[in-house]
């Protein structure tokens, strides 16, 4: 079944303890992406990779880090998290076919204290 | 200015009729795409429908369909025949620009529709 998963789904912890949230894609996608939602703010784009090796900034970058060693994954990296990183994340990853449609994830609620 | 509109908060409808959810978008690129993703309780996004900007007719995928009105720059969902597992938050986005090689254009979301059906 071609999906996007994410690890953990949920998770709590406390201000500085450093912590990766993985994302993998089995469908060969280039692009991967991840987006934050916030109530009343809609989904915005943390970091983007448009290959192995290639990442850049979105909207909102500031307090995390990405890599994209290989092409199925692309682990989101909080070295030290506080509490208004306290979000719904999502990884995503797309294909040129059908307009470029980007595929999400399940999602992981992280709750920082 | 929003380059995304969503002005329905919250919408009700009743099992079996029709909805509308309401999208304006602004962009001054002659190459665009447009989504709709619905969010349920549970949290996943899930993809429902895609307009080109160059796209003569307008999309349908199964009982949704949009209504593209490109001079009005609008974008809205319609859901025909509704159930209650339609009952979730709905979302338009924008790719702006033509599709790159390797894909990979930045959405832009709207705040979302919070869609309530009713029995």
């Known amino acids: 079944e071609a999906q996007v998963t994410q690890n953990p789904r949920y998770l709590i912890t406390v201000t500085g303890k450093k912590l990766t949230v993985t994302c993998s894609q089995n469908?060969?996608?280039?692009?991967m992406s991840w987006y934050r939602q916030d109530p009343g703010l809609g989904l915005r784009q943390i970091y983007y990779?448009?290959?192995?090796?290639?990442?850049d900034k979105g909207d909102v970058p500031e307090g995390y880090k990405v890599s994209r060693k290989e092409k199925r994954n692309f682990p989101l990296i909080l070295e030290s998290p506080s509490p208004n990183q306290t979000s719904l994340y999502f990884c995503a990853s797309s294909h040129p076919a059908r307009g470029d449609t980007q595929y999400f994830g399940p999602g992981t609620r992280l709750t920082v204290l | 200015a929003q380059k995304i509109t969503q002005t329905q908060p919250g919408m009700f409808v009743q099992e079996k009729e029709a909805v509308t959810l309401d999208c304006t978008y602004d962009t001054s690129d002659p190459s665009y795409g447009l989504f709709w993703y619905k969010q349920p309780s549970s949290g996943e996004m899930i993809f429902l429908i895609y307009?080109?900007?160059?796209?003569?007719q307008n999309a349908t995928e199964g009982r949704y369909s949009l209504n593209f009105q490109k001079a009005r720059k609008s974008a809205n969902l319609v859901i025909s025949a509704s159930q209650l597992g339609d009952s979730a938050m709905y979302f338009c986005?924008?790719?702006?620009?033509?599709?790159?090689?390797?894909?990979?254009?930045?959405?832009?979301f709207g705040t979302g529709t919070q869609l309530k059906v009713e029995l």
């Open positions: 986005a924008m790719r702006e620009g033509p599709i790159l090689t390797g894909g990979g254009n930045k959405l832009t």
């Open positions: 469908m060969n996608h280039e692009y």
């Open positions: 307009q080109g900007s160059y796209d003569q």
């Open positions: 990779s448009m290959n192995v090796e290639v990442t």
